[in-house]
């Protein structure tokens, strides 16, 4: 499995200095309003490019135990209807993104020295949606073969490109926001491009034909797979954004602190995120073969791996979180806000590597229902409600909101510990 995870690893690294590197270069060459409209609007784009990660999680799951059962043959079905179905997805998406762009930097209470940014953003990286669609349907496809090193060929490729583009874009022209949004999808284009020459190269174990991109009963068992986790991750980026409305509101300075430190957040649960994408491939393919004691030992490495990596991790984020968040910006009233943001956060470095591990073990089952639940409950029981009467509090500071993530985290935990316990035992009981 750690075989496994290591390239999985390194394409999220790569992934989250892509997202990185477009805050970093407006934050030194742009606009102070621009940190903000680059925070805002990657929150609004990211609720999709989620959605698009889960619901092709259904489909890296499904290949994942067809292989494991040795039914090859259904797999080219699974791909064709995927490419059908994300189709039609990518236009939806394009269309809400681009017309509702002005209503959502309203919703999220983008500060009004930033609201034209923030849509300006949202409606460019809506534009070339069709690409970060096309780059994870093709991760998912690799990922649930086997094969996580191509997927970081990818993602290594799109973050060389991004860097350029945005230096280019944002440095030299001086364009501020529309560079970091533009480089973003150039570099995303660059990737599905070359991704596309390289897999025509690969000796696959299956093929696709013109007949298999159709409607088909395989669209049916992946969307059962991945819709609960896609309506999952909806509810819970939506917290996510209700808390960006919350800090939003208390200003431009706490709206940017917040931003530069959701980017260091980023680095921080790529271990988390690793582990579970890494396990629900791995747990689907020995379920398949019906090795569950095989599955359940990943589990349990996996939380023993990503906690105590996390340990380290707390430590920097919660005694020197200025240091990274230094990187993004010379402002010192933007440093000390995402510091203190990060001192809330930092025990979420090792709480969101069991809830994650836990979620990967349930996703290889294919019990996508749990993980659906606790996204919900989690967000919406005491996330959203801790972070919204932390910020009442007279002189409300970014520390109390973000003690409101790791507060869910625990939660999560206590939810996944009793699901497990009631499913190992249910045989049992006949």
Wanted: with cysteine; charged share 10%; glycine share 10%.
């Amino acid at each position: 499995m750690i075989r496994f995870m290591v390239p999985v690893l390194g394409a999220l690294v790569l992934q989250a200095m892509y997202g990185a590197v477009d805050l970093l270069v407006v934050g030194k060459f742009g606009t102070n309003a621009g940190i903000s409209g680059v925070a805002t609007g990657s929150n609004i784009v990211n609720l999709i490019t989620f959605v698009i990660s889960s619901l092709t999680m259904g489909v890296t799951v499904l290949i994942s135990r067809y292989l494991g059962e040795g039914r090859n043959d259904r797999i080219g079905r699974v791909i064709g209807g995927a490419i059908w179905f994300f189709s039609l997805f990518t236009i939806l998406s394009m269309v809400v993104l681009t017309a509702g762009a002005p209503l959502f930097a309203t919703w999220l209470n983008a500060p009004e020295e930033a609201y034209e940014v923030t849509i300006q953003y949202v409606r460019i990286c809506a534009g070339g949606l069709l690409f970060v669609v096309a780059y994870n349907v093709i991760s998912g496809i690799f990922r649930g073969l086997g094969n996580s090193k191509l997927p970081l060929l990818f993602v290594l490729i799109a973050c060389i490109v991004n860097i350029i583009g945005d230096l280019f874009f944002v440095a030299v022209l001086g364009l501020d926001v529309a560079g970091a949004a533009l480089a973003t999808i150039l570099a995303q284009a660059v990737s599905v491009v070359l991704s596309l020459v390289i897999i025509r190269r690969q000796n696959l174990p299956f093929s696709v034909s013109k007949s298999d991109i159709r409607v088909n009963q395989e669209i049916g068992i992946f969307l059962r797979l991945g819709i609960p986790l896609a309506f999952q991750e909806i509810l819970t980026n939506l917290s996510f954004l209700i808390l960006c409305a919350i800090i939003n509101r208390i200003g431009l300075e706490a709206s940017s602190g917040y931003g530069i430190a959701q980017k260091v957040v980023s680095f921080v649960m790529l271990i988390p995120s690793s582990l579970m994408q890494s396990m629900s491939a791995f747990v689907a393919q020995n379920v398949g073969a019906g090795q569950e004691g095989r599955a359940r030992k990943a589990m349990a490495a996996g939380m023993g791996l990503g906690a105590f990596i996390g340990v380290f991790v707390f430590f920097v984020v919660f005694f020197r979180g200025d240091i990274p968040s230094a990187v993004f910006t010379d402002n010192q009233a933007y440093i000390m806000r995402s510091a203190e943001y990060l001192k809330g956060f930092s025990s979420e470095a090792i709480l969101t590597c069991l809830v994650f591990s836990y979620i990967g073990y349930f996703n290889g089952h294919g019990m996508s229902f749990p993980v659906m639940l606790q996204g919900i409950t989690a967000s919406f029981l005491v996330r959203v409600p801790l972070s919204y009467l932390f910020s009442l509090k007279e002189g409300a500071n970014l520390f109390d909101i973000g003690l409101a993530v790791p507060a869910a985290s625990v939660y999560g935990i206590l939810f996944f510990t009793a699901w497990y316990v009631w499913y190992i035992r249910k045989p049992e009981k006949g």
